[in-house]
């Protein structure tokens, strides 16, 4: 296991979080709300996204935020669309973001050709300016996250929140989301002192584990099951607490453990009725929340704004979810049958 100082490069890249991202704030900041502004000016009736694994967990975040905010449908598109079935887009004046943290994959970048080749806005969200993804777009956004030496994203996925979350707030002129996005490092330097250690013996136990959130906190439930998987070989799904009492419900008992991200925003009911069902079946729960609420609730840290609150909650998910990996006796920084760059068709 490749070890820095006595922990893994995956758990030094966390720590590493809340400098990072206070060097974020200091560089690219401004960058970020002028792109907003830009797209206040466009004023356009649709956003398309194109991304891949935590990339587009973290365009779902996005598209909550702009759907939310500003009325304006995102829509995510498939990179193989243009890349393996070459597609001819009708995309004129529609900005079209691709993120990612290499900027290497081909699929991203043949996607972005054809897009702009149609007349969109192309934009890319990458800790590459000189990819060939960067090099692709009109606009490039940096992720400003330094190198990731660890297979599996976590400082660059949460740069990516933090990028996506301050051209929203540029977007929508949102001053409250500009000021917490400033105060944020010192938010992400309490989230990680929050201690989830009394949900490791569960999680080390055999079974299935749901993930579940609603709104913003859908892309960090996606990203969740995702790092339970290549990082601890969980078998983890996520699912919107809507959707989650629709079919999969069915799956949950005694041998299933669940986690379930609360939000304080409109979504709160609809996900402590998930919980609450999920617990009715015999269903382990562990609520993450900055409420005492009761139950097996992990802490998490209330930000100076509530569509930032999913960034702290990921976060301290991955403190924990990096000391589960270990305590497995797995190696977090290179995921069986994985690369860091993942090169697509």
């Not at 830009?38 to 935020?65: M, Q």
């Not at 069902?277 to 609730?297: H, I, K, P, W, Y």
Request: net charge negative; glycine share 8%; with cysteine.
């Amino acid at each position: 296991m490749n070890m820095i100082s006595g922990m893994t490069r995956m758990k030094a890249e966390i720590l590493s979080v809340p400098s990072v991202v206070a060097g974020q704030i200091d560089t690219s900041l401004a960058a970020y709300l002028a792109l907003g502004e830009r797209l206040a000016a466009l004023d356009p009736n649709l956003v398309v996204t194109s991304a891949r694994g935590s990339s587009d967990h973290a365009a779902t975040y996005f598209k909550y935020l702009v759907e939310m905010r500003l009325g304006v449908p995102v829509a995510s598109v498939g990179p193989s669309v243009s890349s393996v079935y070459g597609t001819r887009w009708k995309l004129e004046k529609t900005p079209v973001m691709a993120i990612s943290q290499s900027g290497g994959s081909d699929d991203l970048r043949l996607f972005m050709e054809a897009a702009r080749q149609s007349g969109a806005v192309g934009i890319s969200l990458t800790n590459n300016k000189n990819s060939p993804l960067a090099k692709a777009t009109d606009s490039v956004l940096d992720m400003s996250a330094g190198p990731e030496l660890a297979v599996a994203a976590t400082k660059t996925y949460i740069a990516s929140l933090v990028a996506l979350a301050a051209v929203v707030a540029g977007w929508s002129g949102d001053q409250l989301m500009v000021e917490a996005l400033r105060r944020l490092p010192d938010d992400l330097g309490k989230a990680l002192e929050c201690k989830w250690t009394a949900a490791l013996e569960t999680f080390q136990a055999p079974g299935n584990v749901f993930v579940t959130a609603r709104g913003p906190g859908l892309g960090i439930a996606d990203e969740a099951a995702l790092k339970l998987k290549e990082t601890c070989l969980k078998p983890a799904e996520a699912f919107s607490a809507a959707e989650l009492i629709h079919g999969p419900l069915a799956l949950s008992g005694k041998t299933m453990t669940a986690l379930a991200f609360l939000s304080d925003d409109e979504g709160r009911a609809g996900t402590e009725n998930a919980v609450a069902r999920l617990r009715e079946t015999g269903s382990a729960v562990f609520t993450v929340d900055s409420r005492n609420t009761g139950g097996q609730v992990l802490p998490s840290v209330k930000t100076g704004h509530c569509l930032l609150d999913p960034v702290a909650q990921i976060l301290s998910f991955y403190l924990f979810v990096e000391e589960l990996s270990v305590s497995l006796g797995l190696n977090p920084d290179a995921p069986q049958h994985l690369n860091k760059v993942t090169v697509t068709r």
